[in-house]
């Protein structure tokens, strides 16, 4: 089975890669496991739109919501997709939005499904207008940028946190740039589609919120995207 890759998300320990991709026939999600190191994601320069084939095992001990996980033999890295076979990828997995695709109506501002509603999938993506997301810093982390966002509901979403690889690392090198992060979202307004790729955590509680939290595991313009943020460089 063939997918082309969607996420390349980081952990809290960098050594890591959290990875997923779309098959185009089914419109599966597929989260490779055992995880990819990060060395060797670079090695072969795994990036958002690489494509992926190998021999995939749902992982029935999981559950809900993270049915996407997949053990895998023979994982071999292919080539990249061209650009509009990326966006046809996306394009298979769209939701209206964050409540639509998760089942569960968020409260304004909430960011957290409790751990007993359980959600039937982890990832989600939705299509928007550039306009309607804001990269921002995060004021109690250097170096660390969030998301506020507009959803297609009109639910509104800040500090979302953004484990999309590129970005993080974007971040890390410019945080302190005169026009950070203005300099990104005007690249961002200047595009005509924006895709975002919304994850669900692993279960945890944190002041007495005990669920799955959204996270920003992707974020893709088109027709065109910054070089420096896809890329190990």
């Known amino acids: 089975m063939e997918i ?3 996420d390349l998300t980081r952990f809290s320990k960098p050594e890591k890669l959290c990875i997923a ?24 320069n ?14 029935n001990n999981r559950g809900y919501p993270h049915i996407e996980d997949s053990y895998y033999k023979n994982l071999k890295h292919t080539g990249a997709s061209t650009s509009d076979e990326f966006h046809n990828a996306l394009e298979k997995a769209i939701k ?9 109506q968020f409260p304004e501002g909430g960011k957290v499904i409790p751990y007993n509603k359980q959600p039937k999938q982890s990832i989600i993506t939705l299509k928007v207008n550039p306009s309607q997301i804001r990269i ?27 484990t999309d690889l590129g970005f993080y690392n974007y971040a890390l090198k410019h945080f302190k740039d ?13 595009q005509d ?22 996270q920003v595991n992707g974020i893709y313009t088109f027709p065109n995207f910054d070089t420096e943020i896809r890329s190990y460089s």
């Open 193 to 214: 589609e924006l895709y975002l790729r919304i994850g669900l955590s692993g279960r945890y509680e944190s002041n007495g919120r005990d669920g799955y939290w959204l």
């Open 96 to 104: 209206t939005s964050i409540s639509d695709g998760f089942d569960y």
């Open 21 to 44: 991709g779309i098959n185009i026939d089914t419109c599966e999600c597929i989260r490779p496991l055992p995880y990819i190191t990060f060395e060797k994601c670079k090695e072969l």
């Open 46 to 59: 795994i990036l958002p739109g690489s494509k992926l084939n190998g021999e995939f095992t749902k992982n």
């Open 4 to 6: 082309v890759i969607t």
């Open 136 to 162: 921002v810093e995060d004021s109690y982390n250097p170096g660390k940028i969030k998301l506020n966002f507009k959803d297609n509901d009109s639910k509104k979403y800040t500090y979302l946190p953004i």
């Open 178 to 190: 005169f026009d950070f992060p203005k300099n990104i979202n005007t690249f961002i307004d200047s």
